[in-house]
């Protein structure tokens, strides 16, 4: 009796295996995430993809009854209104991520996170107003160094210069690019930023590139202050705590 309980046993712990293994999500499933997200932020998008699955089909259509067969012209029509239906949808919520992000700390890191083009940004920002949020990131590609600032215009310029004359002092031949990105006068809006780094022109060659993120690795990143009144290098551990005393 006491094997068929361990086996039955055994069998139970299987099949709960079984029920608690996620679902592979589809990519329909993500699809509808991301219709639901843009809906949230711009209740319209389902009539503008309507429309423009309805405009290219119609167009097909009328092409397909002036100048040929109009089913031919139908059955072509449909997954071109399919196309433009998505291509809508991408752009709403692209924008509608942008607007989620939009005012939260890091927000133009999240933007840079998009460029693509040999371009790399480090995850942390190079300086750092505490106070008042204010940041500056950094990114290595083939037309040299950009620095991304992230707050009103008047409150990051010094950043942005101090940041910029402790490049030009390691790298003395490397461009330096400066954007601010916001919504202030002479600011780049957030959801153009990345394109605005994709449009600088390209001057290095890959190899260049490589040294130069090596050398700007070298001299680190901004270093976080540390709380008063705690020294990491005297930290000792708990024993007791450790023994579960």
């Known amino acids: 009796m ?3 309980s361990s086996g039955g046993e055994a069998r139970d712990d299987a ?7 996620p679902k592979k999500r589809r990519w329909y499933h993500q699809l509808w995430d991301v219709y639901q997200m843009t809906r949230k932020q711009n209740p319209l998008v389902t009539w503008w993809m309507l ?3 309805v405009g290219v089909v119609a167009v097909a259509l009328l092409i397909g009854v002036l100048a040929g067969p109009w089913v031919y012209a139908l059955v072509i029509g449909v997954p071109f209104g399919v196309l433009a239906a998505m291509f809508v949808l991408s752009r709403s919520a692209e924008k509608a991520a942008y607007t989620q992000i939009a005012g939260q700390p890091g927000a133009a890191r999240a933007a840079l996170g998009t460029v693509r083009g040999g371009w790399t ?16 990131f950094r990114g290595v590609g083939r037309a040299g160094v950009v620095l991304v600032s992230e707050g009103p ?15 030009s002092r390691i790298l003395s031949n490397v461009p330096v690019t400066v954007i601010q ?28 590139v490589a040294e130069i993120s090596k050398r700007l690795k070298a001299i680190g990143g901004m270093k976080l202050p540390i709380p008063k009144g705690i020294d990491p290098t005297r930290a000792r551990p708990d024993r007791k705590g450790m023994r579960g005393r």
């Open 2 to 4: 006491a094997r068929t």
């Open 15 to 21: 099949s709960v295996t079984k029920q608690k293994k």
């Open 51 to 53: 429309a423009a699955f």
């Open 121 to 136: 940004f480090e995850d942390e920002p190079v300086a750092v107003d505490a106070r008042n949020q204010d940041f500056v």
């Open 153 to 167: 215009s008047h409150r990051v310029t010094r950043l942005l210069d101090q940041e910029r004359k402790k490049v």
């Open 181 to 208: 990105c916001g919504d202030g006068e002479g600011q780049v809006p957030l959801t153009k930023v990345a394109r605005a780094v994709t449009k600088l022109k390209s001057t290095l060659t890959r190899a260049e």
